[in-house]
T-cell receptor
Framework: SQQGEEDPQALSIQEGENATMNCSYK?????LQWYRQNSGRGLVHLIL?????REKHSGRLRVTLDTSKKSSSLLITASRAADTASYFC????????????FGQGTILTVHP | GAVVSQHPSWVICKSGTSVKIECRSL??????MFWYRQFPKQSLMLMAT?????????EQGVEKDKFLINHASLTLSTLTVTSAHPEDSSFYIC??????????FGSGTRLTVV
């Protein structure tokens, strides 16, 4: 079953603007990850934030995690047309198998 | 970085036939691999966890006799869709866990059953 809920489901912005996507989950986690998927392609890992971390940066990406609210956000600053893709959060509950549970995803469209 | 190769990238088959999808970890050993299914504009649904040298663990609602998983070596897992029907048409993605936190995904296989 899908644990994560993401909002918005779709986001359309202009190049240069910032894009913020949110993810909520239901159970305790070991870490939360964000992935990007271009249409019809595989997933690309963007960033991982552990349950004891509150914020993490990687280039134009900023991820926050609030375990008390069971939510995370992904901020893409100064967006580019090439950022157009679907973005998914995925939670790892830390079981021995390391299964990931994916959110519903946000479709981001960046207009040039 | 870790690379997972998935093959084929797309396949069209006739209803009633079987299709095999391969997932290989190219530069690391993966004792555990995962198979996901994704319908258009939807999220990834975990189908099963593939364990090297033992039986796969299937998620609730996934027919193990229909989706056969074999993980015969530390670098190869295969998913066979048996007696495929049009409702099996979907995008199938594998992933492998490398190290403590790293997950690498294959590029996916678009299956169309006609």
């Amino acid at each position: 079953s899908q644990q994560g809920e993401e909002d918005p489901q779709a986001l359309s912005i202009q190049e240069g603007e910032n894009a913020t996507m949110n993810c909520s989950y239901k159970t305790s986690i070991n870490n939360l990850q964000w992935y990007r998927q271009n249409s019809g392609r595989g997933l690309v890992h963007l960033i991982l934030i552990r349950s004891n971390e509150r914020e993490k940066h990687s280039g134009r990406l900023r991820v926050t995690l609030d375990t008390s609210k069971k939510s995370s956000s992904l901020l893409i600053t100064a967006s580019r047309a090439a950022d157009t893709a679907s973005y998914f959060c995925a939670t790892d509950r830390g079981t021995s198998y390391g299964k990931l549970t994916f959110g519903q995803g946000t479709i981001l469209t960046v207009h040039p | 970085g870790a690379v997972v190769s998935q093959h084929p990238s797309w396949v069209i088959c006739k209803s009633g036939t079987s299709v095999k999808i391969e997932c290989r970890s190219l530069d690391f050993q993966a004792t555990t691999m995962f198979w996901y299914r994704q319908f258009p504009k939807q999220s990834l649904m975990l189908m099963a966890t593939s364990n090297e040298g033992s039986k796969a663990t299937y998620e609730q609602g996934v027919e193990k006799d229909k989706f056969l998983i074999n993980h015969a070596s530390l670098t190869l897992s295969t998913l066979t869709v048996t007696s495929a029907h049009p409702e099996d048409s979907s995008f199938y993605i594998c992933s492998a866990r490398e190290g403590m936190y790293g997950y690498t995904f294959g590029s996916g296989t678009r299956l169309t059953v006609v």
